[in-house]
């Protein structure tokens, strides 16, 4: 009998309110949900995906009924005791821009709340924000299995003020957080805050899309401090892969899936995470997991909901299009 694959996904599970760059207003629930019924779909009938989150009490009826469409769903790492959730509202000036304020926080997620799925073949941990993944939720899962740890920079490189705005910062305490980190996603942006110290509040012009200058040096301190292998994404034009092959750095370009209307941007580098974590887990390959993740990413822009997403099947028929 063929194994049954177990993926984590950790993070928040945000009450979203989006209003979109073409005028429109959404809501629904995200970050953590966009992967998880991603890799539902991905998964079915070859394994299960545990959302691993505190949630409002309030919010649990319309997660739960959200995941009851998708019988490999695991609910039991969703945790209400707390009662502290995330709440935020999102306005985008342009298709992937947005001015984000959140009006809630998520009680951080701690070790002893992993140790249950430590049986789990990956865990993607996809934080929004500094405070949402304590440092020894990675620690006990290094100690104690031997499930890659796929972690989003999103989160350490995001603060929230005392008004509840979001703001880029400086990722000061990294090298502590590389050991514990297998595979290490990010996009530009969050590259950029991971290697040049300075103070990012206030600087509305940090982000430049053709700066990459500074790729090279800082793939090689997250490589040499014990990260597997580092993507960066690039919006559009798809990720860059570096890995060490002999002890030497090697880099690999993977174009996106091109896609002809973007609807709605929210979670796509969530999505990324989890088609990282899928490729990785299914086939352990480094190129291969870039597909998914760039599948996913551009499926979550098609559409509102999460019907966007696809089988196995067609997903591996959206790849060999654009790949094979």
Request: charge should be negative; include cysteine.
């Amino acid at each position: 009998m063929k194994k049954q694959l177990k993926i984590a996904v950790v993070g928040p599970i945000p009450n979203d309110t989006i209003k979109t760059y073409k005028g429109d207003t959404v809501t629904k629930y995200g970050c953590v949900t966009h992967p998880t019924i991603a890799l539902a779909k991905l998964l079915a009938g070859e394994g299960e995906v545990i959302p691993v989150a505190h949630i409002h009490k309030k919010d649990k009826p319309g997660i739960t009924k959200l995941f009851a469409d998708y019988d490999n769903i695991n609910t039991s790492g969703i945790f209400t005791e707390k009662d502290q959730g995330t709440d935020i509202e999102l306005i985008f000036i342009d298709q992937n821009n947005r001015v984000e304020t959140q009006l809630s926080n998520m009680h951080p997620i701690t070790a002893s709340e992993i140790e249950p799925f430590l049986d789990a073949d990956c865990f993607v941990f996809v934080p929004i924000t500094d405070f949402e993944i304590e440092l020894e939720a990675l620690k006990i899962i290094k100690s104690k299995s031997k499930a890659p740890i796929v972690f989003d920079a999103h989160g350490p490189t995001t603060y929230v003020n005392e008004h509840g705005k979001r703001h880029r910062q400086y990722w000061k305490d990294i090298d502590q957080w590389l050991p514990y980190i297998d595979i290490l996603k990010m996009n530009l942006e969050e590259s950029q805050c991971s290697w040049f110290d300075k103070d990012y509040e206030d600087d509305d012009e940090i982000y430049d899309e053709n700066n990459t200058d500074h790729l090279g040096e800082f793939a090689k301190h997250i490589l040499d401090s014990g990260v597997t292998a580092l993507y960066v994404t690039l919006d559009s034009r798809g990720c860059v892969i570096y890995t060490k092959d002999q002890g030497v750095i090697k880099k690999d370009f993977v174009k996106s899936v091109p896609v002809t209307d973007v609807i709605d941007t929210t979670g796509c580098g969530d999505s990324f995470a989890g088609g990282l974590a899928f490729g990785l887990t299914k086939y352990n390959d480094f190129i291969k997991a870039a597909h998914f993740a760039n599948a996913l990413g551009a499926l979550r822009t098609q559409g509102k909901g999460f019907d966007v997403f696809k089988s196995l099947l067609d997903t591996e028929k959206l790849i060999a299009k654009n790949y094979i």
